[in-house]
């Protein structure tokens, strides 16, 4: 029988395996836009739930199941993360509170993952993972109906999602013309056959050793370190509650009572657990109250004085080395609300930081392209942020999904305006009315994206087709609203061809952002140049963004 502890090891088999063939589902990706995407994610979405799952031992299959759903749901990054994420949600629904996996829950699992995967999605794309997992979810329940017992049942689903895979070029002409499978279709096969391999030859596939094109050394950004402040409460104190069946009480009262023991107080809740963190004098006062909801599990105490002074010593001596704003790793700290509205940001660059901030942002998150920050990572941006109501701008299409999977897992009020680019994210702040109600601004931020043209240049991280255009490694690339339009090998020639097709007859603003990339010498150059040919027909402004991939980001309103 599949007890918790079998269920344990295979999603961590489930996660090893996928991350062992990262790279490799990386490289399915279609679309030659250097980037992070499926495999990377996928990945790294699952390793925040196994680091939560080695710490269980002798839980039920339905209690390690409402762990990982759980640790999944913040860990999800990219639609890919966030929709693997769903998957498993369904999959703990499916397994209830069940001691062991049964031919019934197990069925029910992947029946109900599938349904809250296709909810989540607004239009539904078959083969992708979506149409693998429904696929591996039809067979399993061909596998019920035939009396397979909870083994045979899961070897039907692989079967299935096998099957679905290998059909999902037929589905989307892209996967055909390349010659590929859906990646992220491939990474759930690659999950389910590292469960698999627990739950029927008892193997537990091992993490290899970290590749040799993953950095090495990471250099991060204290934010604790780098302002002098005032520390009012000694220790912060985090822990999640269990909570018990029994308990009728309800979370706010323990946020209630934390209130009056210290400050930067945050509980979350969900159905299954309660998470916690107040700075105050009396730890242990907060401790004792937590202990009346349930048990306590993860329990960390800082000396925020002694952290303080370390974090200056250390903050001295990043200084000493250099960093782009990319490599950084912000702490962010809750705060209680102070002000009706705030904002959140995802960019990446030192002078898009500095943009949106101008623009009224409170709390930049770094990310982008090459790395989407997780559910949690923009949690933690929204509780930090001293507003009733925060406004989140992902300013990529695949940040939206972990954005808004914080919405019911936050404290505020989280609003989720979908920029899937940074001058829809510009655009949306400067077409904020202090004035206007959230309802209002919402909509009036979200209609002002779709007055925005935007351009960008990148460059092709492999050889690809797409939609006739060929292109080979290395060259330059136009997008033109996410789309290729022509390659070239000329910087200031593509930007300049990139504008023509932009600039139309009614256009009155151009923005014009220039990447990390680009020396100063060449963003003179190609400045000029822009002026000479479109300053006559509309409004120019010029910022150095600092964001790499994109050697510009280009923008006519």
């Given at each position: 029988m599949i007890n918790g502890d079998i269920l344990r090891n295979a999603i961590i088999s489930a996660t090893n395996n996928l991350s062992n063939n990262r790279k490799a589902v990386d490289d399915l990706n279609v679309f030659p836009v250097p980037d992070g995407d499926t495999g990377t994610n996928m990945s790294m979405t699952l390793s925040n739930s196994a680091r939560e799952l080695e710490k269980l031992s002798g839980a039920t299959a339905g209690k390690v199941a409402s762990v990982n759903a759980?640790?999944?749901?913040?860990?999800?990054?990219?639609?890919?993360?966030?929709?693997?994420?769903?998957?498993?949600?369904?999959?703990?629904?499916?397994?209830?509170?069940?001691?062991f996996l049964t031919s019934e829950n197990i069925t029910n699992a992947f029946v109900f993952g599938v349904e809250a995967a296709y909810k989540a999605v607004m239009k539904p794309t078959e083969g992708t993972i979506l149409t693998v997992a429904r696929v591996a979810s039809e067979y399993a329940k061909q596998a019920l109906e035939e009396g397979k017992n909870e083994l045979e049942i899961f070897e039907y689903a692989i079967e299935g999602a096998k099957k679905a895979l290998a059909e999902t070029p037929e589905l989307l002409p892209a996967l055909k013309k390349a010659g590929v499978v859906d990646a992220g279709g491939k990474g759930f096969v690659l999950i389910l056959e590292g469960m698999l391999s627990v739950m029927k030859d008892g193997v537990m596939i091992k993490s290899n050793a970290v590749s040799e094109d993953e950095p090495q050394e990471e250099v991060s950004f204290n934010a604790a370190g780098e302002f002098e402040t005032e520390i009012t409460f000694t220790y912060?104190?985090?822990?999640?509650?269990n909570r018990e069946k029994s308990c009728e009480k309800e979370p706010n009262e323990l946020r209630m009572y934390l209130e009056t023991i210290g400050d930067c107080v945050v509980v979350v809740d969900d159905d299954e657990i309660i998470k916690v963190h107040v700075h105050t004098d009396h730890p242990g006062n907060a401790i004792e109250n937590a202990l009346t909801f349930g048990s306590l599990v993860h329990l960390k105490i800082e000396n925020m004085r002694d952290q303080h002074e370390r974090a200056k010593h250390e903050a001295n001596e990043a200084k000493k080395k250099p960093a782009k704003s990319?490599?950084?790793?912000?702490?962010?700290?809750?705060?209680?609300?102070?002000?009706?509205?705030?904002?959140?940001?995802?960019?990446?660059?030192d002078g898009l930081a500095e943009l949106f901030r101008d623009l009224g942002v409170d709390t930049i998150v770094s990310g982008g392209q090459t790395m989407n920050p997780s559910t949690d990572d923009i949690l933690k941006a929204i509780e930090a942020t001293p507003a009733e109501t925060v406004f989140v701008l992902p300013?990529?299409?695949?940040?939206?999904?972990?954005?808004?999977?914080?919405?019911?897992?936050?404290?505020?009020?989280?609003?989720?305006?979908?920029?899937r680019t940074i001058p829809q994210g510009i655009s949306a702040m400067l077409n904020f009315d202090p004035d206007a109600d959230d309802n209002t601004n919402a909509i009036e931020m979200q209609n002002s994206t779709e007055r925005i043209a935007t351009g960008q240049i990148t460059f092709a991280a492999r050889d690809a087709d797409v939609d006739g255009v060929k292109i080979k490694q290395g060259e330059l690339m136009a997008l033109l609203g996410g789309k290729i339009t022509f390659v070239d090998t000329d910087l200031e020639k593509t930007v300049l061809k990139l504008l023509k097709k932009m600039v139309k007859p009614s256009s009155e603003f151009i923005t014009v952002i220039h990447g990390a990339d680009v020396t100063e010498e060449q963003a003179a150059s190609i400045e000029a140049q822009i002026e000479e040919k479109f300053g006559s027909k509309a409004e120019i402004t010029f910022i150095n963004g600092g964001q790499p991939i994109y050697?510009?980001?280009?923008?006519?309103?």
């Amino acid at each position: 029988m599949i007890n918790g502890d079998i269920l344990r090891n295979a999603i961590i088999s489930a996660t090893n395996n996928l991350s062992n063939n990262r790279k490799a589902v990386d490289d399915l990706n279609v679309f030659p836009v250097p980037d992070g995407d499926t495999g990377t994610n996928m990945s790294m979405t699952l390793s925040n739930s196994a680091r939560e799952l080695e710490k269980l031992s002798g839980a039920t299959a339905g209690k390690v199941a409402s762990v990982n759903a759980s640790a999944l749901l913040r860990g999800a990054r990219g639609n890919s993360g966030v929709i693997t994420s769903l998957l498993f949600r369904g999959f703990a629904k499916g397994i209830g509170e069940d001691e062991f996996l049964t031919s019934e829950n197990i069925t029910n699992a992947f029946v109900f993952g599938v349904e809250a995967a296709y909810k989540a999605v607004m239009k539904p794309t078959e083969g992708t993972i979506l149409t693998v997992a429904r696929v591996a979810s039809e067979y399993a329940k061909q596998a019920l109906e035939e009396g397979k017992n909870e083994l045979e049942i899961f070897e039907y689903a692989i079967e299935g999602a096998k099957k679905a895979l290998a059909e999902t070029p037929e589905l989307l002409p892209a996967l055909k013309k390349a010659g590929v499978v859906d990646a992220g279709g491939k990474g759930f096969v690659l999950i389910l056959e590292g469960m698999l391999s627990v739950m029927k030859d008892g193997v537990m596939i091992k993490s290899n050793a970290v590749s040799e094109d993953e950095p090495q050394e990471e250099v991060s950004f204290n934010a604790a370190g780098e302002f002098e402040t005032e520390i009012t409460f000694t220790y912060c104190t985090e822990f999640i509650v269990n909570r018990e069946k029994s308990c009728e009480k309800e979370p706010n009262e323990l946020r209630m009572y934390l209130e009056t023991i210290g400050d930067c107080v945050v509980v979350v809740d969900d159905d299954e657990i309660i998470k916690v963190h107040v700075h105050t004098d009396h730890p242990g006062n907060a401790i004792e109250n937590a202990l009346t909801f349930g048990s306590l599990v993860h329990l960390k105490i800082e000396n925020m004085r002694d952290q303080h002074e370390r974090a200056k010593h250390e903050a001295n001596e990043a200084k000493k080395k250099p960093a782009k704003s990319a490599d950084r790793t912000e702490v962010f700290t809750p705060v209680e609300p102070t002000k009706p509205v705030g904002f959140v940001s995802v960019c990446a660059g030192d002078g898009l930081a500095e943009l949106f901030r101008d623009l009224g942002v409170d709390t930049i998150v770094s990310g982008g392209q090459t790395m989407n920050p997780s559910t949690d990572d923009i949690l933690k941006a929204i509780e930090a942020t001293p507003a009733e109501t925060v406004f989140v701008l992902p300013n990529n299409k695949n940040i939206i999904m972990a954005a808004e999977q914080a919405i019911p897992i936050s404290t505020r009020k989280v609003i989720v305006i979908h920029t899937r680019t940074i001058p829809q994210g510009i655009s949306a702040m400067l077409n904020f009315d202090p004035d206007a109600d959230d309802n209002t601004n919402a909509i009036e931020m979200q209609n002002s994206t779709e007055r925005i043209a935007t351009g960008q240049i990148t460059f092709a991280a492999r050889d690809a087709d797409v939609d006739g255009v060929k292109i080979k490694q290395g060259e330059l690339m136009a997008l033109l609203g996410g789309k290729i339009t022509f390659v070239d090998t000329d910087l200031e020639k593509t930007v300049l061809k990139l504008l023509k097709k932009m600039v139309k007859p009614s256009s009155e603003f151009i923005t014009v952002i220039h990447g990390a990339d680009v020396t100063e010498e060449q963003a003179a150059s190609i400045e000029a140049q822009i002026e000479e040919k479109f300053g006559s027909k509309a409004e120019i402004t010029f910022i150095n963004g600092g964001q790499p991939i994109y050697y510009y980001i280009l923008s006519v309103e």
